[in-house]
């Protein structure tokens, strides 16, 4: 993919996000916090690119998918006040549609605009199906750990300073405290937390940390690693037992996948 094009569709997103800002300064405050989500995504989505040897054709493809992967998010907040999908709909979804009406993917050959549709529809999936096309996989773990890794940095921040988040919309409501026995066991066994099982704020602050078993790039990791990620989650968390247990586990998970680095 032509990098010129890329450019192209940077400043189509540009001016498709400034047609949402009005007058309602929370609409502009959660509006340009998914701005600057994006811009570090596709940061992040250059930076894995580049050390997984993507020439740069794919680069830009890459690129392409990490500008548009939430797309739908400045529909879904002006609409419905809220970035939960579970409580207005689903955003890869709707990114997707806005992506159609306004053919803005159109100058893309079939195969990049597949791909740039498919990997937006399973970013933000529990898990990925099953896959022949390897290139098209590498495209849709790509968006994967570059959106993981920035949504790790964002709630580090938030749980360690929650007195800077007070005016947000996070989602993250749940007030009640302890860990759940199948969110536990889970973690504990190396897999992924299914959001229906969390009931506690500490329950959903595990199932970002199990994140950490989806990523897929050495490289990612060593960034989670070296900004301290998981540290500053579980800083945030009661020192029991069993908390103690998922950092040490985490922490040699980590330092196992990134040996050598
Ligand atoms: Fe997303």
């Known amino acids: 993919m032509d990098r010129r094009l890329f450019e ?14 009005s007058d309602d300064e929370e609409i502009n405050f959660n509006l340009k916090l ?5 811009k570090r995504v596709c940061s992040n989505i250059i930076s894995i690119g580049k050390d997984l040897g993507l020439d740069e054709s794919d680069r830009a493809l890459a690129n392409t998918i990490a500008l548009f992967h939430d797309i739908g998010r400045f529909e ?8 939960s999908d579970v409580r207005s709909e689903n955003h890869s979804e709707l990114g997707i549609k806005v992506l159609n009406e306004t053919h803005i993917l159109n ?19 529990l898990s990925l199906p099953e896959m022949e096309d390897l ?17 790790l940095g964002i709630l580090s ?22 860990v759940s026995g199948n969110v536990l066991e889970s973690i504990m066994n190396f897999q992924n937390i ?8 500490d329950d959903m602050k595990l199932l970002r940390l199990s994140w950490i078993y989806d990523i897929n790039y050495k490289y990612t990791l060593v960034k989670v690693r070296e900004k301290g990620y998981l540290e500053a989650i579980i800083n ?8 103690l247990k998922v950092y040490e586990l985490l922490k040699g998970y980590i330092a196992q996948k990134t040996a050598g680095e």
């Open 157 to 178: 921040d938030f749980y360690q300073n929650p007195q800077n988040y007070e005016h947000l919309k996070v989602g993250e409501s749940a007030k009640i405290y302890g």
């Open 76 to 83: 879904q907040f002006t609409k419905y006040r809220t970035f």
């Open 34 to 38: 998914k701005e600057e989500h994006t």
């Open 8 to 21: 192209s569709m940077d400043n189509f997103f540009t001016n498709y996000v400034i047609g949402f800002y």
């Open 236 to 243: 945030s968390m009661p020192k029991t037992d069993e908390i």
């Open 135 to 151: 290139k098209a996989l590498t495209f849709a773990r790509l968006i994967r750990d570059a959106d993981k890794l920035d949504i």
């Open 194 to 201: 299914k959001y229906s099982d969390v009931k506690s704020s």
């Open 107 to 125: 100058k893309l050959t079939n195969y990049e605009r597949d791909v740039v549709i498919m990997s937006i529809r399973n970013h933000n999936a």
